[in-house]
């Protein structure tokens, strides 16, 4: 391992390192791919027991190479942010008076850009397992060889019910085959284990400035990635000593990723109970807003799906269900698996996940990713026509990277740098579109077996991706609206919330949104803090008030507090059925207009928001006066026939909902 005094990053060589993606292991069937697997079942399926050792064993390795190769695990992780180095180019920063590596959010960049980046990583794996560990390993090495060649970076559904941190990333240390027989070693998919503090390979502090306090995030001192680490004081207070060895030698509090997945204090549920932990009673939202990406016509563009990004203009404003995008889930996710939401946590504050700059160095970012990546694939099947709009109606870019200056147009021929392709030159959108031919897929994602004589059914296999998508993220969805409403539409109602990236010089921030005191959801903005890891140009975007989008499904919750609580009589409609129109969503959302509820007790009844930073710490109204918040009304059918997917439509605003919130 590289020694921290003699680190220093090396210039970038003029031979460019090719992605191709695993091309081995295809077949028997015509244009069959290896699936990239779900990593529970992966794990635990008997058959795979030498993959799962050929995968532990090369990210293992992965992890160990020296620091200052271009192909180790550190450089690799540090294209997404720190230590803000060119790799693979000889480039210098677009935007030279910040810094940023070369990730993309915010940009419909976002979703093509991370699949070469996925396709790195597990080349790199693969390449691993068989130069440097089949050779190792006692046995039959051409079973070992064919077991590599058949396998794929797994990925991990964190949007299932009841999801759950994998019991393969929980362990910290973990038993393998190596030549010398059963061996336990540091789980590398526990975290990322560096020989001495981080800050000697150029890992920085991040320092959060709230306005009132100064908070310090200290990845300079860890060795180990860490998710909910504890809660560092603001300056000049000091932090205890135990916070600072939890911080140093790391510290990963996994139940409560699982508490954040399951929505375990939102919609009242009880608190979990270590002795005897239970699902929560009601789920937070994101099957639900998953299951919603893959519904008919939910986007108007494939800009609107892929990005956060959001410029104000008549036909977004007619266009309410863009508020949604893949990008906006996955920020969520960030924050979850790192620390900072969805509850305010006094105890713990965020972690590598939590922080763009540092966020791929834990190595649960790729299982996150690759999921990300299953996603976009998906939608991809269902709306094959659906791409980058003509360049005189797309969206800048506002961010801009390391390679992408702020307030460019991306087009589909933009490069996606620093990733090169076996023809000497960058990546752009339009090479990735088609995944298939590098070589993996996903389960729900087979085409080869919809081929009847030698033609390929494209029917029958929208209907099986469908009936999958529904399997796996609609059914408490889909049980609840049939049993009240049957199969006739309803009244939908959706949360949208547009907000300024950098209102808060670039810190992350979370916006909660509330029915009476029970949470129903979150919006995460997930930015760079302006300090040393400030994104491109960031003041220029902070005063043009570069803006964000999210949204939060709210007619599940609704559901329940109308059908469970003391609303319920009230609620009912003809032949007790629920009345779910507009006369008593108003009296339950807006009790100080509709119920006779005074106006002090708005806080406590009603829909209402409020933000926080990543420590919990509520954000007044006037230091971010610019988010807004709207409720819309749409319609909703669903049907509990296979391959009839659920739909939504029909939206308009309900501005006297959220009118002085």
Known sequence: MTEPSDFTIPEATLTNY???????????????????????????????????????????????????EKLSYFQIAGIHGLPFKPWDEKTESQSPETRNGYCTHNSILFPTWHRPYLLLYEQRLYEIMVKDIIPTLP????????????????????????????????????????????????????????????????????KIDTGHNTFLLPFDIAKQTSRYPPYWPPEPEKPKASTVTAWTEGIRLDDNITDALRGADWYNNPKPDPDDPKPPKYPNDISEVVYRLFTEKYFSTYSHFASTNYEKNEQKQKRLADFLSLE??????????????????????PGHMSIVPVAAFDPIFWLHHNNIDRLFAIWQTLNPTAWFSDSSEQLEDPEGNWSTAPHTIPTPKSALAPFHDGQGSYFDSDKVRDWLKY??????????????????DEQEYRKHVLEEVKILYGGHIVETFTSAFGGEKHEDYIVNVEYPRFALNGEPFVIHIFI??????????????????????????????????????????????LTDGGTKSWAAGPGGRLNFGKDVIKRHLRPDLYGGSPHTDRPKEGLHWKVTNLYGEEISREIIPSVKVSLAQGMAQHFRGKGVISSYGEYTLWDEITEGL
């Not at 400030?534 to 999210?550: D, K």
Request: proline share 9%.
């Open 18 to 68: 090719v992605i191709t993606g695993i091309q081995e292991g295809r077949g028997p069937l015509p244009d069959q791919k290896p699936l990239r697997q779900e990593i529970n079942a992966w794990a635990t399926n008997p058959e795979n027991v030498d993959q799962v050792n050929l995968f532990l064993l090369a990210l293992a390795r992965f992890q160990a190479i020296p620091y200052d």
């Open 139 to 206: 046995g039959d090495r051409d079973k070992l060889i064919a077991q590599a060649q058949q396998w794929r970076l797994p990925y991990w559904d964190w949007a299932v019910k009841n999801a759950d941190v994998p019991d393969i990333v929980r362990s910290p240390n973990i038993q393998v085959l190596t030549s010398t027989g059963p061996t336990v070693i540091p789980n590398p998919l526990h975290a990322f284990r560096a020989p001495g503090a981080m800050g000697d390979y150029n890992i920085e502090a991040v």
């Open 328 to 349: 906006a889930i996955h920020n969520n996710l960030h924050l979850w698996l790192g620390g900072g939401g969805p509850r305010d946590k006094s105890e713990s504050g």
């Open 439 to 456: 070589g993996y897929s996903y389960p729900e994602l087979q085409p080869w077996r919809f081929y009847v004589n030698g033609v390929f």
């Open 516 to 561: 009476g005191k029970s949470k129903v959801g979150q919006v995460s903005n997930f930015s760079s803090p302006l300090a040393s890891t400030a994104c491109p140009n960031c003041e220029v975007q902070q005063h043009n008030r570069v803006l964000s989008t999210g949204q939060v499904p709210i007619s599940h919750a609704l559901f329940h507090q």
